[in-house]
């Protein structure tokens, strides 16, 4: 019974598979008939891209699939548990996702 139990337990909180960006090549690759190192370079390019747009403050919107952009994050206060103190977070700004509708309703009912 606990045998049973445990991997019952062991499958529910086992994280998801994850796509590298070599799976993401070797996909492409598959489903296109281009090489491996064409791929590579094209992903490789557009990654470059979305990098180079979101620090010089452009957006990059991929109709059908969402936006990337910059995000700014207001000053905070946080706590240093080890040392016992508060730390202040000054205003930054992070890389930012925002789904497009459609693909968002497509997983919620995926």
């Known amino acids: 019974m606990f045998v049973e139990t445990h991997q019952a337990f062991a499958t529910m909180t086992q994280k998801q598979p994850n796509m ?9 690759a598959k489903r296109t008939g281009v090489s491996k190192a064409d791929i590579k370079i ?29 995000k700014r994050k207001a000053p905070k206060k946080a706590r240093n548990i080890s040392k016992g103190i508060t730390i202040e977070i000054p205003e930054h700004e992070v890389p930012a996702y925002k789904p497009c509708k459609e693909f968002a309703d497509s997983i919620k009912n995926y």
């Open 20 to 28: 590298t960006r070599a799976d993401m090549v070797a996909e492409i």
């Open 42 to 70: 094209i992903v490789e390019t557009f990654l470059q891209l979305i990098k180079e747009s979101i620090q010089e403050g452009m957006s990059i919107q991929l109709r059908g699939f969402g936006t990337f952009f910059r």
